[in-house]
Each structure stands twice: as structure tokens, then as C-alpha cells.
């Protein structure tokens, strides 16, 4: 009855909103889908995602829950009136602030991902 869902975007949904937008949106998406789980870049578009979705107000019983992440996701971004390089603004935001995070709690940097990279 209940689709398999998460409380808050989940990284294996990063590859079903991959054709919802144009190419930018694309190539950011299939950097990212490369990415350990636990890379700061995938933590900073799942980040981006849980903030253009409304994540946190996500009830388990809800119609979006119900459907799933990855239905909601690629519906929210249908709707999102800005560009491609506006999302990639927004990713760009939510990576700055988990490279901020880290910077509080080095213990939980790992040595390959140090650097912050720059978005497609």
C-alpha cells in the first residue's frame, strides 16, 4: 500500500531526477551519482534537495510520503520556476554549508574530500 520511502532525501534517489531538468542540471546530477553516499557533494545536493522539497515538513502518513521521494523530487523540480543555474546556485549554498559543518567537525573529514570542487 505504502511506497518505499525515506524521511529525508535519500542518496539513491539522486539518479531518478536526473531528465527532469536540462543539461547543467544533468551533469551535476551524474558527478554527484559517482560520489561515495558520505561525499560532501553528495551530502551538499541532498542538502539542496531536502530544502527545494520541504523535506523537514514531510508527515510518514502525507501524500508525498506516500508516493515516495523520488515522485516528489522530480515533481518539485518540474514546478521549480527558476533555471538550471539557479539550482545550481542552491547546490552550490548547501555544499558552502557542509563544508562549514566540517569545518566544526574535522573528525568527520575524510582526506579525498577536503578540497570543496567547484559545480558544473
Known amino acids: 500500500m505504502y511506497a518505499s520511502n525515506e524521511l529525508l532525501f535519500p542518496p539513491d534517489a539522486i539518479p531518478l531526477v536526473r531528465h527532469t531538468r536540462g543539461d547543467m542540471w ?3 546530477v551524474d558527478r554527484v ?3 561515495p553516499e558520505d561525499h560532501p557533494e553528495n551530502l551538499g545536493f541532498s542538502l539542496m534537495m531536502i530544502r527545494l522539497n520541504g523535506c523537514l515538513g514531510c508527515e510518514t502518513d502525507s501524500y508525498r ?3 515516495g521521494c523520488a515522485p516528489c523530487a522530480r515533481q518539485t523540480l518540474r ?3 527558476g533555471t538550471d543555474a539557479d539550482l545550481l546556485q542552491r547546490y552550490e549554498a548547501a555544499l ?3 563544508y562549514a559543518f ?3 567537525r574535522p573528525e568527520l ?3 579525498e574530500s ?3 570542487a567547484k559545480a558544473a
Open 65 to 67: 510520503a506516500m508516493r
Open 114 to 116: 577536503i578540497a570543496p
Open 26 to 28: 544533468r551533469a551535476l
Open 109 to 111: 573529514i575524510r582526506a
Open 96 to 98: 558552502a554549508d557542509v
Open 33 to 35: 551519482n559517482m560520489l
Open 102 to 104: 566540517l569545518q566544526t
Open 79 to 81: 514546478r521549480f520556476k
